[in-house]
């Protein structure tokens, strides 16, 4: 029986990744509507300052258009991320419901989960120890911190508000790849393959929970490959209780 099941998860997690590439891309095309306006405001908002008489003390009030800008991109890309989260949370139930009643004996009565229920636990509980809401307010944060210090240095070591821009921008030859900006894009990466991930584990768990007089023990299965780590490629094979304490 575990072969089947094994094959299935692993076609599933194949096809989950090219998934999380397709919210990814989705999410990035959220955040890049507003890049344009955000560097308009920008330079409209240092076009009168005077490099010999800035203060950083100054910033907040010359980027408050640029931080409202900032806010709504990020509020605009959590309402994106939760809203393809509600729906990967009845696929992947269904997924395990599917998976589990092809396989079991027909006396066996299998029980499905409540979506709803299980995307509530999945916002309820931390991921890498913080809730996603508080990821999406950090990289909201982070990124307007991040102009500041490079619009404070800009200033101080003499460049023009043209230079500061560009590099927070990035360049056009270089498709704006080496700009300040693409930096939270790749914190957009993590974040939505992390959230999918820590989603679809909630939907097991609480399938595993669902179901728990009839599914035995769990079996770890590590992808070995030239990244894998030495505590995955150890723990490959390996038997755990349902509640993830290894058996043996």
């Known amino acids: ?31 890049n509507l507003t890049d344009a306006d955000l560097i308009a405001q920008l330079t409209e908002a240092l076009a009168g300052v005077d490099a ?5 003390q100054r910033l907040d009030r010359l980027l408050k ?7 709504q991109a990020y509020a605009a890309f959590y309402d994106g ?3 393809e989260l509600q729906g990967f949370v009845g696929l992947e ?4 419901y599917d998976l589990y009643k092809a396989v079991a004996p027909v006396t066996f009565s ?13 916002m309820s509980q931390p991921m ?9 307010s950090g990289l909201k944060d982070s990124r307007l911190r991040r102009i500041k210090d490079v619009i404070a240095i800009g200033y101080t070591q003499g460049k023009t508000t043209g230079d500061i821009v560009r590099e927070i921008r990035g360049t056009r030859v270089l498709n704006y790849a080496d700009g300040l900006l693409n930096t939270s894009r790749n914190e957009v990466d993590a974040i ?47 038997r755990y209780t349902k509640d993830n304490k290894p058996i043996g």
């Not at 299998?110 to 999945?122: D, G, K, N, R, T």
Request: net charge negative; with cysteine; glycine share 6%.
């Open 93 to 96: 139930g269904q997924f395990q």
């Open 65 to 71: 258009s640029v931080s409202e800008l900032n806010t």
């Open 192 to 238: 939505v393959r992390t959230s999918l991930s820590h989603t679809a584990q909630t939907t097991r768990t609480r399938f595993y929970q669902e179901n728990d007089d009839i599914l035995g023990d769990l079996v770890w299965v590590s992808t070995l490959d030239g990244r894998t780590s030495q505590e995955c490629r150890a723990r490959d094979g390996l």
């Open 1 to 31: 029986m575990i072969d089947p099941i094994l094959n299935e998860t692993i076609r599933h997690a194949i096809n989950t990744t090219q998934y999380g590439n397709f919210v990814l891309a989705k999410m990035i095309r959220i955040l």
């Open 128 to 136: 890498q120890g913080r809730l996603l809401k508080d990821w999406a």
């Open 110 to 122: 299998i029980v499905s989960v409540v979506p709803e229920q299980v995307y509530a636990a999945a």
């Open 52 to 56: 010999d008489t800035f203060k950083v």
């Open 81 to 83: 991320l939760t809203d």
